[in-house]
Nanobody
Framework: QVQLVESGGGLVQPGGSLRLSCTAS????????MGWYRQAPGKQRELVVT???????TYGDSVKGRFSISRDVAKNTVSLQMNSLKPEDTAVYYC?????????????WGQGTQVTVSS
């Protein structure tokens, strides 16, 4: 299986920055995509950003121009740089990985890391 370990959440003031990281480990044969979703209280989980093995990215409309994803393919790691944070960015951020592992291609999820934007 695949394990995802997230780090970097916390409390930040509006306008501030945070950086999240996620590393995938386990019996991974091939990763197709990694990225982040988020879920705020009382709301559905929404796309933050995904990045494919080929480097193609898809950003959610609410974070375009403020968030940026990067990756280290050799380390199966993605990082999310979040700038100009707003209170509405407050949510639990979940890392995901779409991969072939011990099981056929499927998506795996991290446990989530809390990001709170508040003064």
């Amino acid at each position: 299986q695949v394990q995802l370990v997230e780090s970097g959440g916390g409390l930040v003031q509006p306008g501030g920055s945070l950086r999240l990281s996620c590393t995938a480990s386990g019996s991974i044969f091939r990763i197709y995509a990694m990225g982040w979703y988020r879920q705020a209280p009382g709301k559905q989980r929404e796309l933050v950003v995904t990045i494919t093995t080929g480097g193609s990215t898809t950003y959610g409309d609410s974070v375009k121009g403020r968030f940026s994803i990067s990756r280290d393919v050799a380390k199966n790691t993605v990082s999310l740089q979040m700038n100009s944070l707003k209170p509405e960015d407050t949510a639990v951020y979940y890392c995901f990985c779409n991969a072939d592992a011990a099981a056929p291609r499927r998506s795996y999820w991290g446990q989530g890391t809390q990001v709170t934007v508040s003064s």
